[in-house]
């Protein structure tokens, strides 16, 4: 069973910048679809970005688009990602998610691992 850390969280204002990082704790992790989802008090939790195993394909949220980028290098287990632009409304708790499917899924539902999530908070 993978075990995921995110790390990277933080306080930051309207319009900076911070960068998320996932570490896996297996050597299968190049196999495995990741994803990042984020969850606010009091609503659901929603998908923010996902990408392929091997890199090439990767999706973002309307809400994040030309902002947010996930990435991943495979050689350190780790997935990454870019936050830009932030706004009061990025502030949630972020969880990294490993999926065992090829497939590129936004459901958490298609999601087999998570990490424990790291808080965001974004002022204004």
């Known amino acids: 069973q993978v075990q995921l850390v995110e790390s990277g969280g933080g306080l930051v204002q309207t319009g900076g910048s911070l960068r998320l990082s996932c570490a896996a704790s297996e050597g299968t992790f190049n196999t495995y679809t990741m994803g990042w989802f984020r969850q606010a008090p009091g609503k659901q939790r929603e998908f923010v970005a996902a990408i392929s195993w091997s890199g090439r394909t990767a999706y973002d949220a309307n809400s994040v688009k030309g902002r947010f980028t996930i990435s991943r290098d495979n050689a350190k287990n780790t997935v990454y990602l870019q936050m830009n632009s932030l706004k009061a409304e990025d502030t949630a708790v972020y969880y990294c998610?490993?999926?065992?499917?090829?497939?590129?899924?936004?459901?958490?539902?298609?999601?087999?691992?998570w990490g424990q999530g790291t808080q965001v908070t974004v002022s204004s």
């Open positions: 998610a490993a999926s065992i499917s090829v497939v590129v899924t936004m459901t958490h539902n298609d999601y087999d691992y």
